[in-house]
């Protein structure tokens, strides 16, 4: 990569909100500079479709950048040919995080409070509005960073089928709470250059845990951990509407539960590195909620084999038929989005159950493996 040539410009104080939080200088649109990251292992089958969907966009990135990291495919001479400039990564054992601190370490020290750093998975692609959208909330003054909402891309067979569903809920969700999302997701997500070194500085101060720079290497997921430490420095964020794009799903079963098991265990590990706070407390309360859906599933669950063991037959006592209920009703709704085909398979209890246990199987064994300090592994 080469070396930027704009002069390190004056960092600006932050202010404080009426609410507590704190609001960031802005800009005019015209203004912010866009900067893209995109750490990529071994995407040449897709990161062409990456670039592309930025060349595509209604306010197009001033500079893109791929972090190629640990490459033995042709990532690097795809993104070239392409116009994006290429940094490799040296030494880096640190995955994505350690990828993207290599570049973060020499770029923000060449960035002022009107550049913007926009981190995408290299297995991404933005739909047309996101940056020009990302860029209108930033321009506000009230966030810190952008994420997107994101639907999985086709493929997969069944289980992509089931993820894509999975995707549409949580957008739906998201909207629904007018962009209140619990996570910047790593596949998309805009930050206030100034963001990311406010938290480069509390790092250093003791005020944030993990190294002295953006990303914790530690953790499994860093993109969890970066919210948590933005919220921490009283900072706004939003995953608005118009911030959508298309990701990758996971082909099987297997790579499914490796990935979900690292998200899983990874939100867990990052909440214990932070501790109870004003911050946490919500998030604490949410993997008590996933608790008690394991138990209440697996209750569920044993209350339909007893009645099969026992009675030679199915016989679901009425607050078990009301649970069934519920949840047809809600597997239903709240795929709306993906059309009339989609509601009819979510209403086969049979279908969307598969799902869930297997989800809960996971948060049971993320649950299991933090309690005994496994070893953490990407």
């Not at 392409?82 to 290599?102: I, M, P, S, W």
């Not at 999975?166 to 206030?192: P, Q, S, W």
């Not at 993990?210 to 914790?216: F, I, M, P």
């Not at 899983?264 to 949410?286: C, S």
């Amino acid at each position: 990569m080469t070396s930027p040539q704009r002069a390190v410009a004056r960092t600006r104080p932050t202010s404080h909100r009426d609410d507590g939080k704190m609001s960031l200088p802005w800009a005019r649109i015209d203004q912010i500079r866009v900067t893209v990251l995109i750490p990529a292992h071994n995407e040449a089958a897709q990161i062409a479709e990456s670039i592309a969907s930025l060349r595509a966009q209604s306010r197009i990135p001033d500079r893109v950048i791929v972090i190629a990291d640990n490459c033995s495919d042709d990532t690097a001479g795809i993104a070239r040919r392409l116009g994006a400039e290429v940094f490799v990564t040296v030494g880096n054992a640190h995955k994505k995080a350690g990828a993207l601190n290599q570049v973060l370490d020499r770029l923000l020290h060449f960035l002022g409070p009107d550049d913007a750093i926009l981190v995408m998975d290299a297995d991404s692609a933005l739909d047309r509005g996101f940056v020009q959208a990302g860029l209108e909330y930033l321009c506000t003054g009230r966030y810190a960073a952008v994420g997107g909402t994101f639907t999985g891309k086709d493929g997969g067979g069944f289980v992509g089928m089931l993820q894509r569903n999975e995707y549409a809920r949580y957008a739906r969700d998201v909207h629904r709470l007018d962009g209140k999302a619990l996570v910047l997701t790593g596949t998309a997500t805009i930050f206030r250059a100034l963001t990311l070194q406010q938290v480069v500085a509390a790092r250093r101060a003791g005020q944030l845990p993990g190294g002295a720079h953006v990303y914790d290497v530690r953790v499994l997921t860093e993109d969890n951990e970066l919210t948590l430490a933005i919220l921490h420095l009283r900072l706004r964020i939003l995953a608005p509407k118009e911030c959508t794009l298309t990701t990758e799903v996971m082909p099987t079963w297997r790579e499914l539960f490796r990935q979900r098991l690292r998200w899983k265990r990874g939100a867990l590990e990052n909440l214990g590195d932070y501790g109870w706070t004003k911050v946490t407390w919500r998030y604490w309360g949410r993997q008590l909620l996933s608790l008690i859906g394991i138990v209440v599933l697996f209750l569920y669950l044993g209350t339909l084999v007893w009645s099969i063991t026992a009675t030679g037959g199915l016989r679901i006592q009425p607050v078990w038929a009301a649970v069934t209920v519920i949840f047809i009703v809600e597997r239903v709704v709240t795929v709306r989005a993906r059309g009339p085909r989609q509601m009819l398979l979510a209403g086969l209890l049979l279908v969307e159950m598969v799902f869930d246990v297997f989800l809960q199987i996971v948060q049971a064994k993320a649950f299991w493996e933090a309690a005994w300090h496994r070893e953490r592994k990407w």
